[in-house]
């Protein structure tokens, strides 16, 4: 078990579900790792332990990574020095929160992956973006599929106004 005390407080880092086994067997100690650090620490070594063992849930990371920039104001130099993860996909990760609702949750749900929802993020306009998310769910696009729609949909132009008359 990996912890970092904070105020005196012990966060843990990993090592939950042994720390739950433990509990439940009602062992008399367990044996913890611990450092003294903040919670930037706790947060960037979970995302780098994670990282080491191999697949880890997209709205984990995403929310993390978000964490660190916004409430911690960690640099995206700092995050990538600190997780192992590389610059693009941390930059890719934090583009992400302007989705919509409707497509992080498919995101956090795996139903779509992190190269589809970051080529949804070029579509600024939220009606517009769900309704080519509804698209890509239809026809099942590549990446590189979607991109090239919303990059034709994008050199489109608009439709004139109706004319209205007086």
Not at 77 to 104: H, M
């Amino acid at each position: 078990i990996k912890c970092v005390v904070i105020d005196g407080q012990y966060v843990l880092v990993d090592g939950l579900h042994r720390l739950q086994h433990a509990l439940k067997e009602k062992w008399p100690t367990i044996s913890v790792v611990y450092e003294e650090g903040d919670m930037v620490k706790v947060v960037t070594q979970n995302i780098f332990l994670d990282h080491l063992r191999g697949k880890h849930p997209v709205s984990e990371m995403r929310q993390a990574i978000e964490s660190l920039y916004k409430e911690y104001q960690v640099t995206i130099e700092d995050i990538v020095a600190k997780t192992g993860l590389s610059q693009a996909y941390v930059e890719k990760l934090l583009v992400l929160s302007e989705l919509t609702p409707l497509v992080l949750e498919a995101l956090d749900q795996e139903t779509i992956g992190v190269g589809h929802a970051y080529a949804l993020t070029k579509l600024k306009n939220m009606a517009q973006q769900e309704v080519v998310f509804n698209q890509l769910m239809t026809y099942h696009w590549t990446v590189k599929s979607l991109e090239d729609y919303i990059k034709m949909v994008l050199d489109t132009p608009p439709p004139p106004p109706p004319n209205q008359e007086p």
